[in-house]
Nanobody, 122 residues
Framework: QVQLVESGGGSVQAGGSLRLSCAAS??????MGWFRQVPGKGREGVAA???????QYADSMKGRFTISRDIAKNTLYLQMNSLKPEDSGMYYC??????????????????WGQGTQVTVSS
């Protein structure tokens, strides 16, 4: 059983930056990702990363967000730059793709953190 704990969320003005962290324990997963959810909408994929460094991003995040991981620390990161109000939401860390693929599909990940709130004001 993998446990995930996110941190680093907060409030920032548009154009600012935040760095989210996700500390994993209890095991390792080849594929990990970040998802975002806003009230009234489903959880959407933000970025995913494979153990050896391959990444995938949602189109709206390309060029602004960077996903990375520290294998030794078993920690996942999301560097978010040039933040926009529409980036606001609860950000969740996810781990272990059921299909063993790099992807941004909510239903494919086995383990989830509790989330960290990001609020971007205009």
């Amino acid at each position: 059983q993998v446990q995930l704990v996110e941190s680093g969320g907060g409030s920032v003005q548009a154009g600012g930056s935040l760095r989210l962290s996700c500390a994993a324990s209890g095991g390792t997963c080849r594929y990990m990702g970040w998802f975002r959810q806003v009230p009234g909408k489903g959880r959407e994929g933000v970025a995913a990363i494979e153990h050896y460094g391959r990444t995938q991003y949602a189109d709206s995040m390309k060029g602004r967000f960077t996903i990375s991981r520290d294998i030794a620390k078993n920690t996942l990161y999301l560097q978010m730059n040039s933040l926009k109000p529409e980036d606001s939401g609860m950000y969740y860390c996810a781990a272990c793709s059921r299909r063993g693929l790099l992807n941004l599909e909510y239903g494919d990940y086995n383990y989830w953190g509790q989330g960290t709130q990001v609020t971007v004001s205009s």
